[in-house]
């Protein structure tokens, strides 16, 4: 067994650890908690033209700064929290992907008041295409286009891709999955 082609062999340990971090205990693995969905795809959205290991090194701070990544919460922010965000360095300060995150908690509370759960509403939509999938999320949501919605999907174990068959992380994904995603 090997491990994925997501962990490059030749970086510094520093740079290795980050990565294999994530790739061991979170990319591909199921998400039962609306509040990590909705981070997930906050951080997947502000990946957007990044690199993923900005994203890796900020995740701490983007948490902060977006209370834990509580759906509630964010729903409710106002002008001075918006403010608050476009002055956080610790935080990608793009408008487009501030104004996303608050705008996609809004639409969470309505999929939650629909549906009883983020999850639940991705559950009663799998499985589909990758395509099936962009086109729901660029209806749904802001700021989702097909590489967001493919990698979010990917790392929550709803698409495959996340890890080869060969990958030693790839049997612990398999099992954590509900039986109707296998």
């Not at 030749?10 to 969905?37: A, S, T, V």
């Not at 994203?55 to 759906?71: D, G, S, V």
């Not at 929290?81 to 935080?91: F, P, S, T």
């Not at 060969?166 to 612990?172: A, S």
Request: include cysteine.
């Amino acid at each position: 067994m090997s491990y994925c082609q997501y962990i490059p062999a030749m970086q510094p340990e520093e740079r290795k650890r980050l990565h294999q971090q994530y790739h061991d205990h979170h990319y591909g693995f199921p998400i039962h908690d609306d509040n990590e969905l909705f981070g997930r795809l906050i951080l997947e959205i502000n990946q957007a033209g990044l690199s993923w290991e900005t994203i890796l090194k900020k995740e701490a701070t983007f948490r902060k700064a977006y209370h834990n990544f509580n759906i509630k919460k964010v729903a409710a922010y106002t002008e001075n929290d918006w403010e608050r965000l476009m002055n956080d360095a610790g935080i990608i300060r793009n408008r487009l992907k501030i104004n996303a995150a608050i705008e996609n908690a809004r639409t969470l509370l309505l999929i939650q008041k629909s549906h009883g759960s983020f999850e639940q509403w991705l559950t009663a939509h799998h499985p589909k295409t990758k395509e099936e999938w962009v086109k729901l999320f660029k209806k749904t949501f802001r700021f989702t286009g097909g590489e967001i919605v493919n990698e979010f999907l990917m790392s929550i174990g709803y698409l495959p891709g996340a890890h080869s068959e060969d990958c030693i992380i790839h049997k612990k994904v398999l099992k954590a999955k509900p039986m109707w995603a296998k």
